[in-house]
């Protein structure tokens, strides 16, 4: 039996925080099924070299959240450049992941907002390792090109800078 035939629903039931209720080919099983593949693979890893990459990960927190909300102007001038992107909205979000960068996507009830998040990871070509920025909006595709435009257009793709805004109300 190879790696991927052992992820079966019978190992699922192993894990009980892992909900099995839900059919073969759907994206609750596709998901329960990569949360065992990631658990099995840092088990395999703990065994061949000792190092528990879970734990390591623990201890590392050294993050840093970048507020930055868009002025009046700017969301003026990011409605324009959303009609002028929108059908790149995949190009955009590749290119970025490839300088080192993921994204996140949220919904949140109380506001009923989609919250996008767009994260350095901790690698050398990333400019913002470590550090996080959240854009939101009613549309989840919105959401996710806010992101974008922080990232490629304020910033220019570059190193996300702290600088003086304009204070708001409320």
Not at 9 to 33: C, D, E, M, T
Not at 55 to 81: C, S, V
């Amino acid at each position: 039996m190879d790696f991927l035939q052992s992820l079966s629903i019978g190992n699922l039931r192993k894990y009980p925080q892992i909900p099995f209720k839900f059919k073969p080919g759907s994206h609750a099983y596709s998901s329960a099924l990569a949360i065992v593949a990631v658990n099995r693979i840092n088990r395999m890893a703990y065994w061949l070299t000792g190092d528990d990459v879970m734990a390591r990960k623990k201890d590392k927190i050294d993050w840093t959240l970048h507020n930055r909300p868009l002025t009046e102007k700017e969301l003026k001038a990011f409605d324009t450049w959303y009609e002028q992107n929108i059908e790149d909205i995949d190009t955009h979000l590749g290119n970025t992941c490839l300088q080192g960068f993921k994204f996140s996507l949220s919904f949140d009830d109380r506001s009923g907002s989609f919250i996008a998040t767009i994260t350095g990871k901790d690698v050398e070509e990333c400019p913002n390792p470590r550090t996080s920025m959240s854009s939101w909006d009613r549309n989840f595709d919105s959401a996710l090109m806010m992101c974008l435009f922080k990232h490629m257009v304020i910033y220019s793709g570059d190193v996300w800078t702290v600088e003086d805004l304009p204070p708001k109300r409320g």
